[in-house]
């Protein structure tokens, strides 16, 4: 994103200098008109160099102080730092760059005081009958360290908060301006402070390119993960799921399944490692290990698994045992038996077809991993697309065995207390 800084250069120099670098580290493209990357027409007029810089920017920062700098109309008083913020104000009310105006405290409080001024001599009939309209300009506009040439300055910033304009909203004679907010900084602090808020960077900026190279990898992952019938999208295990739920008893047993859900099964089992070699995990790799996704512990006084770190660790461990189902022998032996079994029932018109569980295994592990990893894929999607979303955990298929004896009371799942008990 690009930034266009305007203000009079001799006494924001130092404060210009900080704030491209700042921003410059923030990911952003600053343009200063000071600086020699400043983009510039040799042909073109200074003025009009800074006025076309501004129609290739995102956002338009506005520091008032106490000087107007050079003048753009000499007639009307009008500065070229004024006329840049007319010239960001038509595209800003158009929706073509955001306006951030910052003026010094110290002349937002003389216009205040100046104001309380007036006011006072206008209801002191005795002093607003002695003074001429002359000298209560004078007064109200007197010159100081602060404001070099007040009446210009504080009709400036009158421009700037759409004064005017409001008073006629108010009156319901015109609709409310926009960007007509103005923050006040004494100090660098202030000024951050302000633009964390409108540039949204009140956040680590490696968390949120993570998040947004997250999402599209868990997008090009959802694209992986489905596949089209009759004009619809629905997900490659469905192909898997009705052999997948007539599966029953050990690894020692056998099951028997219709040659249409057996043949449905040999599609699945041979297009599987495409499916799976389409799956991305370089992002989500990175994440886990940026340590940005961890939260921190205030009763232990220790950073902690959060939501989503959990949930990148179990998407990342089910991916990797995917890929290594995919790989395993037994994997590409039953793709080439289950295939001949289903075509030689088929071509003897039997209606179902029995095979031994411990052909399958690696087949429904396959299977169930694939629906994890939609199942998680959707949950993080969901969580990163929506701020106000609480992480929704998935309810995920348990872990099939791959080896299981026959035993009157198999072993339950370790739980992480149970382990903890332990260590």
Known sequence: MRVFISSTIYDFRDLRSAMKLWLEESGFEV???????????????????????????????QLIGHRIGGLYDAGDRISITRMEYRHAYRRAVTGQLKIIPLVRKELWDIREDRRALQDAIRQDTFLDKELSDTDKKRIFNCPSKFANEAETLFEFLREVGRVDEMKLATRGEAPLPSAN????FNSFRDVLDALKTTLDLRGNLRQ?????????????NTRALLTVGNGTAFPFANWCQPARKAFSGLVEGTTTYTINHAAMFACFIVNAPTVILRL????????????EFLRFDRLEGRHAISALQSAMLQLS?????????????????????????????????????????????????CCDGLVNVQAINKAMHRYLTDKDREYQEPQLLPNLPLFQSVMDNPPRDVSREDALKWL
């Open 280 to 291: 991305r995990s370089l992002t989500l790799t990175t994440a886990i290990e940026s340590g």
């Open 317 to 365: 461990d089910e991916i990797t045992v995917l890929r290594r189902l995919q790989e395993a022998a037994p994997f590409q032996q039953m793709i080439s038996h289950v295939t001949e079994v289903v075509r030689k029932a088929s071509q003897r018109g039997l209606t179902a077809v029995a095979f031994e569980n411990a052909q399958f295994i690696f087949a429904m592990r």
């Open 31 to 61: 343009l200063l008109s000071e600086h020699n990357d400043f983009p510039q027409q040799p042909k073109s007029n200074s003025y009009d160099s800074c006025l076309q810089a501004i129609d290739r920017c995102d956002y338009f920062i």
């Open 181 to 184: 907010w103005i923050y006040q």
């Open 208 to 220: 949120k390119t993570l998040r947004t190279n997250l999402v599209h990898e868990l997008e090009l």
